[in-house]
């Protein structure tokens, strides 16, 4: 499995370092995707503010991708007795707990971009739509024994063993 995080106490799981490439990736397609239309759109108008803004985007993309690493690494979960801890974010910080007997659905995923790299989405779903969870850039190993370690105690859980 991945390495411990120490905070508050609790030996959070930390995702896959590798991970960080499929986010900046990620990133960088979308901005060309954004910025390229609007770099083309400034050239065609020749305005000051045109151009602004696009710069604007640029550096809003640029300090995201610059922050990706630290976000990464911010993104942990832990199994506990009777539920599964999941955190994620710097500065706006979430913490979600998530009882094994309310799991409904553990699925995998897998992008293109991460299953080159060997990594793994794993999804589950309540009955609560706002508390599905997605924990991305596990490693394909670590993510199916999560999965499977996950419905056996959301079914042990359900049955009341």
């Known amino acids: 499995m991945t ?6 106490g609790i030996d959070w799981r930390r995702v896959s370092p590798k991970y960080v490439v ?7 397609i979308f901005a060309v995707i954004v910025l390229a239309p ?15 803004a696009v710069i604007a985007l640029g550096v809003i993309f640029l ?9 990464v690494r911010s993104i942990g979960y832990q199994l506990r007795e ?20 309310r799991m409904q659905l553990v699925d995998i995923n897998r992008g293109p971009i991460a299953r ?8 589950f779903v309540t009955a609560a739509a706002a508390s599905g ?3 991305p850039g596990l490693a394909e190993q ?20």
């Open 38 to 52: 609007a770099a083309f759109v400034a050239w065609l108008i020749n305005q000051t503010w045109a151009w602004a």
């Open 116 to 123: 080159a790299l060997g990594l793994s989405e794993l999804k």
């Open 3 to 8: 390495e411990p995080l120490e905070i508050a």
């Open 63 to 71: 300090l995201t991708i610059v922050l990706t690493p630290r976000r």
């Open 142 to 161: 670590d993510a199916e024994e999560l999965r499977d370690t996950l419905v056996a105690l959301a079914e042990s859980r359900r049955a009341g063993l």
């Open 82 to 101: 009777d539920d599964l801890l999941f955190r994620r974010g710097i500065m706006f910080q979430r913490i979600v707990a998530v009882p094994f007997g």
């Open 133 to 135: 969870v997605t924990i």
């Open 22 to 28: 499929v986010d900046v990736i990620g990133y960088i």
